[in-house]
């Protein structure tokens, strides 16, 4: 159990945890209404990300609930079903256990939506049932398969395999849900299956970056113009996990793209001429891919590989010069090892770690398009206690830092050893035309946490802990 400073921080720490965990579920407890709204933004940020989180809030006796008392943590006496509610468009389930005959089949039932959907759920427990006698549960796997639906990956694999052995250029892009349904090794054996080039958006690094098929990040306008190019000029996009929002898709109109993409979802597929072939089970339908007749396109795969956005050097020069964001970078890279984690913040974050090349093992966390900042700090606390043999870093400025910087008290509480890179831009960019620099050393100095100030390179390198 941990015990964090407040149910938002809570929320973003299970999202954390959902990602980093080998279970890739998490679970949340939270008081009625109070926890459950201040949670609700963090669970609709796990929600965008297709993360598998329970939060499970307790709630006044049943008797309570369907009188007219008036009740503390509610609005208004009549009014007691407000987070019940307010859960419903950001779950796939938000339900009530009413009595206690029924209280396995309702939390069952919500559990396997979690899984299947691959979507956050909502539970209250009343206090008067919680510990009641209930029913002997019948066995979960029977359950699962009798909420199985039967999918549609024959019709898929055929349509897939048809306009991509018709295709000439094809690529392959990745999404950051793609970690949702397949794993690294399944990506790698489809990639290989496929031989085009494969670009990864900049939330969705699921490809190791020394492999040869590997073409840098897409993030058209923003980066890689090499490989946006190619991307532009393909004639096939076979786009897993992939998000078409606004801040991945700077300088192109998805709409216009219909012609060419076949997107793969994690229970649908969409085809060209807006056709959808739903439900899919995504990694049946991979691992068919990968077994079947389906051309190896590696003639669309170019002779060199497109530089890396930054050219950072992995050698960091111990020099008095000052420190800089390529210099501190090449640091970032520079520790960054098989077993870690880098967690990134909104912000000018992003942009800085799509420039750092990431070893192989490593994965990149980070909240695309829901964006809300200072979701990192308590995310990074949920990877690391996810991730106990591994070091999680986080790349954070001060602006999202300010929102979630007391959940540094938790960390150094239950002695956890992430590293935090905070950019400190001496105040939140979007308010800094009426506010004041705060000193942010001091602030963490509350929490006796081991930190320091670096404005060199020599001492940059003389702060990070091996």
């Not at 939060?55 to 509610?74: A, D, F, Y």
């Not at 890689?224 to 996990?241: F, M, R, T, Y």
Request: proline fraction near 7%.
């Amino acid at each position: 159990m941990v015990e964090c400073c407040n149910e938002l921080n809570t929320g973003y720490a299970a999202d954390g945890y959902a990602r980093a965990s080998e279970c890739k579920t998490a679970v949340a407890v939270i008081p009625y209404i109070v926890g459950g709204l201040s949670i609700l933004n963090a669970i609709s940020g796990a929600c965008s990300e297709r993360l598998k989180v329970i939060v499970i809030s307790g709630c006044p006796p049943t008797s309570v609930l369907t009188s007219s008392k008036p009740t503390h943590h509610t609005p208004s006496p009549t009014n007691k079903d407000v987070a019940l509610h307010a859960f419903q468009g950001v779950t796939a389930a938000s339900v009530r256990v009413n009595t206690a005959e029924s209280a396995t089949d309702v939390i069952d039932n919500a559990i396997i939506k979690c899984i299947q959907q691959s979507l956050p759920v909502y539970i209250e427990l009343p206090n008067d049932i919680a510990g009641a006698p209930c029913p002997f549960p019948i066995p979960f796997t029977r359950k699962v398969e009798e909420a199985t639906q039967l999918n549609r990956n024959g019709e898929a694999l055929e349509a897939v395999t048809d306009l991509w052995n018709s295709s000439h250029r094809p690529v392959l892009l990745l999404g950051s849900q793609a970690r949702v349904s397949l794993p690294r090794d399944i990506v790698q054996r489809l990639s290989e299956k496929l031989g085009c080039p494969v670009l990864c958006q900049p939330d969705g690094r699921w490809l190791s970056e020394s492999h040869p098929q590997y073409w840098c990040t897409f993030w058209p306008g923003l980066l890689n113009p090499e490989g946006e190019k190619l991307v532009l000029d393909s004639d096939l996009w076979l786009a897993i996990g992939v998000s078409w929002s606004d801040l991945h898709t700077h300088s192109i109109d998805p709409k216009e793209e219909n012609h060419r993409l076949i997107a793969l979802q994690h229970d649908g597929v969409e085809l060209p001429e807006d056709k959808v072939i739903s439900p899919v089970n995504l990694r049946e339908l991979v691992s068919a891919m990968i077994d079947s007749n389906i051309i190896r396109r590696s003639e669309s795969l170019p002779s060199s590989k497109p530089s890396h956005p930054a050219g950072i050097q992995t050698e960091i020069k111990t020099s008095d010069d000052a420190l800089t964001v390529r210099s501190l970078l090449s640091g970032v890279q520079a520790m960054l090892q098989e077993n870690s984690k880098l967690v990134v913040d909104t912000g000018d974050t992003w942009f800085a770690a799509s420039h750092v090349e990431l070893p192989d093992g490593v994965d990149i966390y980070m909240q695309l398009p829901y964006a809300s900042i200072g979701w990192s700090v308590p995310a990074t606390l949920g990877a690391q206690v996810a991730h106990p043999h591994g070091r999680v870093v986080l790349m954070v400025g001060d602006g999202a830092f300010q929102m979630t910087a007391q959940e540094i008290s938790t960390m150094v509480r239950m002695k956890l050893n992430p590293i935090i890179f905070l950019f400190n831009n001496l105040g939140y960019k979007t308010e800094v035309s009426y506010t004041f620099p705060v000193d942010l050393l001091q602030l963490t100095g509350i929490y006796r946490p081991q930190c320091t100030k670096a404005h060199t390179i020599i001492s940059l390198i003389g702060t990070i802990p091996s």
